[in-house]
């Protein structure tokens, strides 16, 4: 099954991660890119992964995780080995109708964690639709080193005549002349 590519605005979205194991700590590097209105429950955390919790001064609650817990969240990850716990919490987000994620198991996933590239503005996700992660990370990596370093302040440069010049068809055709020569420049 292929997934939709879109970009979820994370404001006032808050994200449940069950699980403190090393997947758990890799699903928060993802998203702390994006936001720290994140919390997790599990019985027990990876020191390094409580250690990132306590740097962003993020909710952690050391316990089982119980029905209801998913109740007020926007997202929900389930970062955990156990298929059952997690087809339980995707049971219940249904309820809930909020967006689920269960590390390893795409069919109960409503999204999946693509390998992305983030420099400032620019947002670049790779994903296989679960075929095949080591892949998309390794596109990933291919095409990050093809980025110029200095692209965020291309980026901004460009929000700005996008800010002060009027809409409209001149604009838009500037816009797309100095979008077309910003990466015609890339090899010199």
């Not at 969240?73 to 967006?99: M, P, S, W």
């Amino acid at each position: 099954m292929a997934y939709f590519p879109a970009f979820i605005q994370l404001k006032n979205r808050k994200v449940l991660i069950v699980g403190g194991g090393k997947i758990a700590k890799e699903k928060l590097e993802k998203l702390l890119e994006f936001t720290t209105d994140i919390r997790f429950i599990a019985k027990e955390f990876e020191p390094t992964l409580l250690e990132m919790i306590q740097k962003h001064s993020l909710d952690y609650t050391r316990k089982n995780y119980e029905e209801g817990d998913a109740k007020e969240f926007g997202i929900v990850i389930a970062a955990v080995d156990d298929i059952q716990l997690q087809k339980r919490i995707h049971k219940e987000t249904r309820k809930y109708n909020c967006l689920y994620n269960a590390v390893d198991v795409p069919e109960l996933c409503d999204f999946i964690f693509p390998s992305f590239i983030k420099q400032g503005e620019l947002t670049i996700a790779v994903s296989t639709s679960g075929a095949s992660p080591a892949f998309a990370k390794q596109l990933r990596i291919y095409l990050q080193n093809l980025l110029p370093k200095n692209i965020d302040d291309f980026l901004q440069e460009m929000r700005a005549y996008r800010k002060t010049l009027p809409k409209g068809k001149e604009r838009m055709k500037l816009l797309e002349e100095k979008a077309k020569q910003y990466i015609k420049g890339w090899n010199g």
